[in-house]
């Protein structure tokens, strides 16, 4: 059976909230998900943050994290608009192409590192 990791995470909520231990949950979603299977290092930290209070079992969203996917298009994007304007900042790259600052500082380097320039 194939399952995502929001719905395995929903039964981790709910085993949970039975009072399952977390090596029975683990074990119990092994013999249903099979390789799909998320580890029971993973059980025990869901199952943790599901008995300090956590009711959602959707991924939050870290800070400065892309809501893109980086794609090699996006950075063939990045590289031409560096290639025409040498002295475009870090801040206009980022705001053109629509990613955030930190990806775009790695996108820089890579960029740099490639074509020969000097490192920093």
Known sequence: MDA???EQSGVVRFLT???VSQQEVSRRKTSVY???CV???TVKRWSKRFRDGRESCKNDLRPCQSHLVIT???IAQIYELIRQEL???IDELAERVNISHEFMII???GFCVLNGFPSF
């Open 4 to 6: 995502s990791k929001e």
């Open 34 to 36: 099979c390789e799909q």
């Open 87 to 89: 002295q475009i900042s």
């Open 17 to 19: 909230a039975e009072g």
């Open 107 to 109: 996108s820089v380097i």
């Open 72 to 74: 090699p298009d996006t």
């Open 39 to 41: 580890s029971l290092a």
